[in-house]
């Protein structure tokens, strides 16, 4: 095909708009959702760089600021848009105070610390000694009913700052996908997390099956409006968690798959009788070494042609991602009243008396098998979570409600 003046006016003209769109941002007059501030922050950290992108709720000159051990070590402007981004460098391995937002909506301004704890090392998987444990069940992206549960049981105060103090707060995985909010909810987790943990007490988390399918680029479950913010950022969805680049995947990929708290033991799915043969530390310290192998973001990408090593290797990956009878898959406790007895090996093999999980929605938390086993996975995420109260050698065990009422189970 020969390419006349005209067709090259044409595309000249298409690749015009293209960039005018992209760097507008969400439509104006049109939108349903909220994009500014943390519903659309995307932070990268890698090479002793920040990597900033976020939007202004009309079109305006960006503002951002980042300050480091006391002082202030970047100041930009950026071109009016509605989309914005920037990248700066940062020395050593010292938390990065951010402020950002529009130069003249004063309203839209935010602010968040990167800390550089959260993505160093990795989360513990166990503790003791702990008198009160919150279990919330599959977020799935409902930011508003998570913050009014969290308030409304005094976890929160108003302003939606912990104030739970030594308490442990357990989300059971699956903060991804579905909801219309997903972004805001991981960076107020990621916030929360810090907060708690300067009054002594804990937020941790459980990796879930949604959180695996996003670091492999399977996007099924992602709703339209979370997609738009990674279409207006000019990457696909899963860019913005890469466990190796984004600050929010490197947080995420550092969290547990197993976790124990006393006599308690969490898994998002469950664990089946073959992943006895792990231990807490052997099963989370293979979880991170895969989470951080430099193709592990391709595992299930049948277009790579590349060598992928030992045949075997790969395959156990695969197994331990993807397999129904994995701690994120895992579906065999609810589906069947007849486990009893492959349960009791579980718990004594990890010496515990009880188990939680997530993963299979119920329509309240509910026990099953004797009390052995609670599931707190909910057809209207985030609306119940389970309490834990230890009192010498048992639980006390309550249904905390979204108004903040309990009951005991």
């Known amino acids: 095909m020969r390419f006349t003046y005209l067709h090259i006016l044409l595309l000249f003209a298409f690749l015009l708009a293209e960039t005018a769109i992209l760097s507008a941002g969400p439509p104006q007059g049109k939108r349903k959702f909220q994009f500014a501030g943390e519903y659309g922050l995307w932070v990268e950290a890698y090479d002793q760089q920040l990597k900033v992108a976020w939007f202004t709720e009309k079109a305006d000159h960006g503002f951002l600021e980042a300050w480091q051990d006391g002082r202030a070590i970047h100041t930009v402007t950026t071109s009016l848009a509605q989309a914005h981004r920037d990248s700066f460098a940062v020395s ?5 105070l951010l402020r950002y937002g529009s130069v003249k909506n ?8 990167i800390a550089a704890a ?29 913050l009014q549960l969290l308030q409304n049981n005094r976890l929160l105060d108003g302003q939606g700052r912990w104030k739970g103090g030594r308490r442990h707060l357990v989300f059971m995985g699956d903060l991804f996908d579905r909801g219309h909010n997903v972004i805001k909810t991981l960076w107020f987790l990621y916030r929360l997390e810090q907060e708690a943990a300067q009054q002594g007490g804990r937020v941790l988390f459980l990796l879930g099956n949604h959180e695996i399918m996003n670091f492999l680029y399977d996007d099924r479950y992602v709703s339209g409006k979370e997609k738009l913010v990674a279409q207006y950022h000019r990457v696909r969805y899963s860019d913005m968690f890469n466990p190796r680049r984004s600050v929010l995947g490197q947080w ?20 089946s009788l073959p992943y006895t043969a792990f231990t807490l530390q052997s099963y989370n310290d293979s979880l991170h070494a895969f989470l951080q192998e430099p193709e592990f973001t391709s595992l299930t990408d049948t277009s790579v042609t590349s060598v992928r090593g030992s045949a075997i290797l ?7 991602f993807w397999n129904a009878n994995s701690v994120f898959w895992y579906r065999g406790y609810m589906q069947s009243d007849t486990l009893g007895a492959q349960l009791q090996k579980v718990l004594d093999a990890f010496n515990a008396q009880l188990k939680v999980v997530g993963h299979t929605p119920v329509k309240s938390i509910t026990q099953y098998y004797g009390g052995r086993l609670i599931a707190v996975d909910l057809n209207n995420p985030a609306t119940e979570m389970l309490l834990l109260v230890r009192d010498k ?16 189970m």
């Not at 050593?92 to 990065?96: A, L, P």
């Not at 990929?253 to 969490?266: C, H, P, T």
């Not at 048992?394 to 005991?408: I, Q, S």
């Open 92 to 96: 050593g391995e010292s938390d990065v």
């Open 106 to 113: 004063l309203e839209d301004r935010h602010e968040i610390v």
């Open 252 to 271: 995420l990929a550092s969290k547990s798959g197993l976790l124990k708290i006393d006599d308690v033991l969490f898994a998002h799915g469950g664990i």
């Open 314 to 320: 790969y395959a156990r990956r695969i197994q331990f």
């Open 118 to 146: 959260a993505i160093r090392g990795y989360q513990p998987f166990a503790f003791e000694n702990v008198d009160s444990i919150y279990a919330i069940g599959d977020v799935h992206g409902q930011y508003d009913d998570l």
């Open 393 to 408: 050698q048992k639980y006390w065990r309550y249904r905390c409600f979204l108004r903040g009422k309990a009951e005991l």
